[in-house]
């Protein structure tokens, strides 16, 4: 039972996952990065009216949170791709 | 009935611990279910593991209390899990067995790595799970009527038996059937809130149905100069003045006058009278009492009391009703100045008091974005609970609940609880430190999430790297539909008038009160058994790092798989019972800032080591082993040196080494920084480097 008597698993994609899931992150941490200065240095645009009707909080937090849902749905996509493309092993 | 639902949510979580427990056979099924969970499983127990009360209960309070600073947690909480999907799932999964500190030892292969690693979880565990038992404690008392150490006791006790009995498969389950519920419950009371809307006119009475009518605190006209005032209530008296000052400018901010006045009474059985206070019947046994006698005058009967009434300050001319809570010097408390009994408790506050002029008094059915952007308005008036706690001359200790009014367009931005913008009078200093604090929890969400000991083993329970992956997608959109409804939730709880001024904790089971005693039940069912849930995975996570990662490097020679599981059942044991006494211990602890210190104590504990393990090639074991205790010490020293704990033991918390509450700022980049310094200067000890990560850069 020891773990690392056995192989890591080898997955072909790795790289090009981890260069999409690094991307990705760093895209959210800009958008959150913005959130946090926009909050603590001017607070006062939070109260803004941003879109249909809600003010630049609201719009911006909510924001951030479909943001979150839709960047991981998309890096599944992306990560199944190269799959379909004849490459099956490599998997645990 | 709540005590039946209670008791029958209770027996269901035990009945799924039990049915699932047969699966749990050996080592692998007992430490990572065998690792045969479905991903859709295994992300909606993801979400029922990571939303514990602090989200449920936590943060509902503090949207309803303090407008959007509470959802600043929900972004908070769920911008991590980006991290945890994007970095860490796939690559955590290939690389481990059980624990995170297989990834880490399989990697560089050195005893030391795995004791540190374990002796992390278990930190971090134990941090985590006071809040989680601290909350069940929170939550039976008022529900159940039982104190506050029996609702710590029984989920310490359901938990022994669902970790100790079933291991990872029980726990699993237990966390994917809350997961459901809580987002099956958060959005059937989102449809209320929407279809109700706001009206003035006929607000929720309290404690359900047919309960007592929503109270009208009374705002008199009042003449009021220096430290007189004339105010029409029968027989006034004025007795003492209270001013709670502006900590920057030292001016009265708020000022509290303490009135004697009469109170309509009727002659109760056993010589004894009963009056009506603020809606409520309190009885007074006897002609006189502590804090109150009975007077006679033109034949008929009146208690004078003694309570509290709120001055603006500047040119207010009214007082407004507040609520008190008094310690008398003899003990004796008392309830608005009448004795506290059951029938004379706290009432609700709250609400809202002014809509923007297109509504008038109700706004009908609303859709979810009308909704918010009704709060939001700068018309919208909305009255929050706010209270202040002072020893009056006499020794009697005072707690008075007032509502404060603000407009839509404040309470709905950034400002409330983390007060960032730069007030009058305010030293720069003060501002800066208000501003880090912030930023510094911001970023301990962000970057705890994922090192989290009870999401980490989480990627062991799936067969594959593929499935590691999708479940955790499932989990940020069940976890992110479930921060979304927070808002309405809070939100909701303030448009009801249901907010229980002596604990934000309570406002979700209120609002769902205020639609009946069914959905009431449920809802605090569902809160009990997601404390059963997190603390479940809790003490899992801790099991498995005592069984696994300490006890192979302690006890120096190859253990059995049957002892292992028998060693992870024990520690499952002793970590319950440690939990329920660490709950006991701090039960008058806020329960979200105490989890905003488990994200920080995890963030810089294992997140430098995860993400240099997978990015950076010239890591060394030993960099690893200094960052992992260089970021428990320093974080968790910095809390024991905070403002907070100071205030905890008893000090002025102006006096603390640490002048912010939260050490994310330091102890993260400080973790790092160890991490660097070591690895560089240990690169020629025959070292086994992060080189097995393709795509390191």
């Given at each position: 039972m020891?773990?690392?008597s056995?192989?890591?698993?080898e997955?072909?994609?790795?790289?090009?996952?981890?260069?999409?899931g690094?991307?990705?992150?760093?895209?959210y941490s800009l958008?959150?990065?913005?959130?946090v200065?926009?909050?603590?240095?001017r607070?006062?645009?939070?109260?803004?009216?941003?879109?249909?009707?809600l003010?630049?909080?609201?719009t911006?937090?909510l924001?951030?949170?479909?943001l979150a849902?839709?960047?991981a749905?998309?890096?599944?996509?992306?990560c199944?791709?190269p799959?379909r493309?004849?490459a099956?092993?490599g998997?645990q | 009935?709540?005590?039946?639902?209670?008791?029958?949510?209770?027996a269901?979580?035990?009945a799924?611990s039990?049915y699932?427990s047969?699966?749990?056979?050996?080592v692998?099924g007992?430490?990572v279910a065998n690792?045969s969970?479905?991903w859709?499983?295994?992300?909606?127990a993801?979400?029922?593991g990571?939303?514990?009360?602090?989200?449920?209960?936590?943060?509902?309070?503090l949207?309803?209390?303090?407008?959007?600073d509470?959802?600043l947690?929900?972004?908070g909480?769920?911008?991590?899990?980006?991290v945890?999907l994007?970095v860490?799932?796939e690559p955590?999964?290939?690389?481990?067995?059980?624990?995170f500190s297989d990834?880490?030892?399989?990697?560089f292969?050195?005893?030391?790595i795995?004791?540190?690693?374990g002796l992390s979880v278990?930190?971090v565990s134990?941090?985590y799970l006071v809040p989680q038992m601290?909350?069940a404690?929170?939550?039976v008392?008022?529900?159940?009527?039982?104190p506050?150490?029996w609702g710590v006791l029984?989920?310490?006790?359901?938990v022994?038996?669902?970790?100790?009995?079933g291991?990872?498969?029980?726990?699993t389950?237990?966390q994917?059937f809350n997961?459901?519920l809580?987002l099956?419950?958060?959005?059937?009371?989102?449809g209320?809130?929407l279809l109700?809307g706001?009206?003035l006119?006929?607000l929720p009475?309290?404690?359900?149905?047919?309960g007592?009518?929503k109270?009208e605190?009374?705002?008199?006209p009042a003449?009021?100069?220096?430290?007189?005032v004339t105010?029409?209530?029968?027989?006034?008296?004025?007795?003492?003045r209270?001013a709670?000052l502006?900590?920057?400018?030292?001016?009265?901010?708020?000022?509290?006058?303490?009135?004697?006045?009469?109170?309509?009474a009727?002659a109760?059985?056993?010589g004894?009278y009963?009056?009506?206070?603020k809606?409520r019947?309190?009885?007074?046994n006897?002609?006189?009492?502590?804090g109150?006698?009975?007077?006679?005058?033109?034949?008929?009967?009146?208690?004078r009391?003694?309570d509290w009434?709120?001055?603006?300050?500047?040119?207010?001319?009214?007082?407004a009703?507040?609520?008190?809570?008094?310690?008398?010097p003899?003990?004796?408390v008392?309830?608005?100045?009448a004795?506290d009994?059951?029938?004379?408790?706290?009432?609700q506050m709250g609400?809202?008091?002014?809509?923007?002029?297109?509504?008038g008094?109700?706004t009908?059915?609303?859709?979810p974005l009308r909704?918010?952007?009704v709060f939001a308005?700068?018309?919208t008036v909305?009255?929050v609970p706010?209270n202040?706690?002072f020893?009056t001359s006499?020794g009697e200790?005072?707690?008075?609940?007032?509502?404060?009014a603000l407009?839509?367009?404040?309470?709905?931005?950034?400002g409330?609880?983390?007060p960032?913008?730069a007030?009058?009078?305010?030293p720069?200093l003060?501002?800066?430190?208000?501003?880090?604090?912030?930023i510094?929890?911001?970023?301990a969400?962000?970057l705890?999430?994922?090192?989290l000991p009870h999401?980490?083993?989480?990627?062991?329970?799936?067969?594959?790297?593929?499935?590691a992956?999708k479940?955790t997608?499932?989990?940020?959109?069940?976890?992110?539909?479930?921060y979304?409804?927070?808002?309405y939730?809070g939100?909701?709880?303030?448009?009801a008038?249901?907010?229980?001024p002596?604990?934000?904790?309570m406002?979700a089971p209120?609002?769902a009160?205020?639609?009946g005693?069914?959905?009431?039940?449920?809802?605090?069912?569902?809160?009990?058994?997601?404390v059963?849930?997190?603390?479940?995975?809790l003490?899992?996570?801790a099991?498995g790092a005592v069984?696994?990662d300490l006890?192979?490097?302690l006890?120096?020679?190859?253990?059995?798989?049957t002892?292992?599981?028998r060693?992870?059942r024990?520690?499952?044991v002793?970590v319950?019972?440690v939990?329920?006494v660490?709950?006991?211990?701090?039960?008058?602890?806020n329960?979200?800032?105490?989890v905003?210190?488990?994200f920080a104590v995890?963030?810089?504990?294992?997140?430098p080591s995860?993400?240099s393990?997978l990015?950076?090639?010239?890591?060394?074991?030993q960099g690893?082993?200094a960052?992992?205790?260089?970021?428990?010490?320093?974080s968790?020293?910095?809390?024991?040196?905070s403002?907070?704990?100071?205030?905890?033991?008893?000090?002025?918390?102006?006096?603390?080494?640490?002048p912010i509450?939260q050490p994310g700022?330091?102890s993260?980049?400080?973790?790092f920084?160890?991490?660097v310094?070591?690895?560089m200067a240990t690169q020629n000890?025959g070292r086994?480097?992060?080189?097995t990560?393709?795509g390191?850069?």
């Amino acid at each position: 039972m020891n773990p690392s008597s056995s192989p890591i698993a080898e997955d072909p994609f790795e790289r090009r996952k981890t260069g999409i899931g690094v991307r990705m992150t760093l895209l959210y941490s800009l958008v959150y990065v913005g959130f946090v200065v926009v909050s603590v240095f001017r607070p006062q645009w939070m109260a803004a009216r941003a879109v249909l009707g809600l003010n630049l909080a609201v719009t911006y937090g909510l924001g951030l949170i479909v943001l979150a849902i839709v960047l991981a749905m998309l890096y599944n996509q992306l990560c199944r791709a190269p799959r379909r493309s004849g490459a099956e092993g490599g998997r645990q | 009935m709540t005590v039946v639902v209670f008791l029958l949510f209770v027996a269901l979580v035990l009945a799924v611990s039990r049915y699932t427990s047969r699966r749990a056979q050996g080592v692998g099924g007992y430490f990572v279910a065998n690792s045969s969970i479905p991903w859709g499983v295994n992300g909606i127990a993801f979400a029922g593991g990571y939303l514990s009360v602090a989200s449920f209960l936590g943060i509902c309070g503090l949207i309803a209390f303090f407008g959007y600073d509470g959802f600043l947690y929900s972004i908070g909480f769920l911008a991590g899990w980006i991290v945890a999907l994007f970095v860490i799932a796939e690559p955590m999964k290939r690389r481990g067995t059980f624990t995170f500190s297989d990834a880490l030892n399989r990697t560089f292969s050195h005893p030391g790595i795995q004791l540190a690693a374990g002796l992390s979880v278990l930190v971090v565990s134990l941090f985590y799970l006071v809040p989680q038992m601290v909350g069940a404690g929170v939550l039976v008392e008022p529900l159940l009527g039982i104190p506050h150490y029996w609702g710590v006791l029984i989920v310490g006790s359901v938990v022994i038996l669902i970790v100790a009995g079933g291991g990872m498969t029980s726990t699993t389950y237990v966390q994917f059937f809350n997961g459901g519920l809580l987002l099956l419950v958060a959005a059937v009371l989102t449809g209320a809130v929407l279809l109700r809307g706001i009206d003035l006119e006929q607000l929720p009475p309290e404690e359900g149905g047919a309960g007592l009518p929503k109270y009208e605190y009374r705002v008199l006209p009042a003449q009021i100069e220096g430290h007189s005032v004339t105010v029409d209530l029968p027989g006034v008296r004025l007795v003492d003045r209270h001013a709670v000052l502006d900590r920057n400018t030292g001016e009265e901010q708020t000022v509290l006058y303490r009135l004697s006045h009469l109170v309509p009474a009727q002659a109760a059985g056993g010589g004894g009278y009963s009056a009506e206070i603020k809606g409520r019947t309190a009885r007074f046994n006897g002609r006189s009492g502590p804090g109150w006698t009975v007077e006679d005058i033109d034949g008929r009967s009146y208690v004078r009391i003694e309570d509290w009434w709120r001055w603006e300050g500047g040119t207010s001319s009214h007082l407004a009703e507040t609520q008190a809570r008094t310690l008398r010097p003899d003990g004796v408390v008392l309830m608005n100045g009448a004795p506290d009994g059951p029938e004379n408790r706290i009432r609700q506050m709250g609400g809202i008091s002014t809509l923007p002029e297109a509504y008038g008094r109700q706004t009908g059915s609303v859709g979810p974005l009308r909704l918010l952007s009704v709060f939001a308005d700068r018309d919208t008036v909305v009255a929050v609970p706010r209270n202040t706690s002072f020893t009056t001359s006499g020794g009697e200790r005072v707690t008075v609940h007032y509502e404060q009014a603000l407009a839509g367009s404040t309470f709905m931005r950034p400002g409330l609880m983390f007060p960032l913008e730069a007030r009058t009078g305010e030293p720069a200093l003060t501002t800066l430190l208000n501003r880090l604090n912030f930023i510094s929890l911001m970023l301990a969400l962000f970057l705890g999430t994922s090192a989290l000991p009870h999401i980490l083993i989480r990627y062991y329970t799936v067969p594959s790297a593929e499935a590691a992956r999708k479940s955790t997608i499932v989990a940020i959109a069940g976890i992110g539909l479930f921060y979304v409804l927070t808002m309405y939730l809070g939100v909701g709880s303030l448009a009801a008038g249901a907010l229980n001024p002596e604990t934000s904790n309570m406002s979700a089971p209120l609002l769902a009160r205020s639609f009946g005693e069914v959905l009431f039940a449920v809802t605090s069912g569902i809160a009990f058994t997601t404390v059963l849930a997190t603390v479940s995975g809790l003490i899992m996570a801790a099991s498995g790092a005592v069984a696994h990662d300490l006890m192979t490097n302690l006890v120096k020679r190859e253990v059995s798989d049957t002892a292992k599981v028998r060693a992870g059942r024990i520690v499952a044991v002793v970590v319950g019972l440690v939990g329920i006494v660490l709950g006991i211990a701090f039960r008058d602890m806020n329960v979200s800032f105490l989890v905003g210190w488990a994200f920080a104590v995890a963030a810089s504990a294992n997140l430098p080591s995860l993400l240099s393990m997978l990015f950076w090639k010239r890591t060394t074991a030993q960099g690893i082993i200094a960052s992992i205790l260089v970021g428990i010490g320093s974080s968790v020293g910095l809390i024991l040196l905070s403002p907070d704990m100071w205030v905890r033991y008893g000090f002025d918390p102006a006096t603390a080494p640490m002048p912010i509450n939260q050490p994310g700022i330091i102890s993260i980049p400080l973790s790092f920084a160890v991490l660097v310094v070591v690895s560089m200067a240990t690169q020629n000890r025959g070292r086994t480097t992060a080189g097995t990560a393709p795509g390191a850069a």
